[in-house]
């Protein structure tokens, strides 16, 4: 199985797409707010680094992401590539059906047996890249533009090494404390 996102493609639109998908990992944004992304959605944000500020399309609740370096790289990427260049996008426009046909294709390439999917990048921004990493679950939910916690949550049932982790930390905090009162 090869690395997704460093994975060479033979042709230029399977990188396109792979890209895309990316950028949804790294941002946790729908395919119809990526879509919709120019250069007006990219600001500084109150750390000084890029974030960007739109609406979810669905919910028309206002999202604001900080770019991790990834992401921001797939911007510049882009930035003057033709097709950018064209539509006013801040990345390649391809519609959301050929976007799932070629994924099939940039999942046979790298090796994934999984059906892969758009949405699938949201779901691994959600788990992979924020909850599996110490992001509270109330910052995910802010950052998927969720209205409801109850939502997110939905993501972090899929969590159990993240609750064995958070469970052998809590015992390992309690073993530290009765060592300590040992000692006393």
């Known amino acids: 199985m090869y690395n997704l996102e460093t994975y060479e493609f033979p042709i230029e639109r399977l990188d396109r797409v792979r890209d895309l998908f990316v950028f949804s990992c790294y941002t946790g944004i729908s395919y ?3 879509m919709g992304l120019t250069l007006v ?5 109150i750390d000084r680094n890029n974030w960007i500020f739109t609406k979810r399309q669905k919910t028309k609740t206002p999202i604001k992401i900080p770019l991790l370096d990834p992401a921001l790289e797939l911007i510049k990427k882009y930035a003057n590539h033709p097709v950018t260049q064209i539509t006013g996008s801040l990345l ?3 519609t959301n059906e050929k976007l799932n046909v070629y994924l099939k294709e940039v999942a046979i390439l ?4 999984k059906n892969l999917t758009f949405h699938m990048a949201r779901h691994t921004f959600a788990t992979t890249v924020t909850l599996n990493n110490g992001v509270p679950i109330e910052t995910v ?3 998927l533009g969720h209205t409801k916690i109850a939502t997110t949550q939905i993501y972090a049932r899929v969590l159990e090494n993240k609750l064995s982790k958070d469970m052998n930390d809590l015992r390992e ?5 009765d060592e300590l009162k040992n000692k006393i």
């Open 110 to 113: 790298c090796g994934i047996k």
């Open 32 to 34: 119809v707010d990526i």
């Open 41 to 45: 959605n990219i600001s500084i944000g």
């Open 173 to 177: 905090v309690f073993r530290l404390r």
């Open 141 to 143: 939910s802010k950052l």
């Open 92 to 94: 390649p426009i391809i």
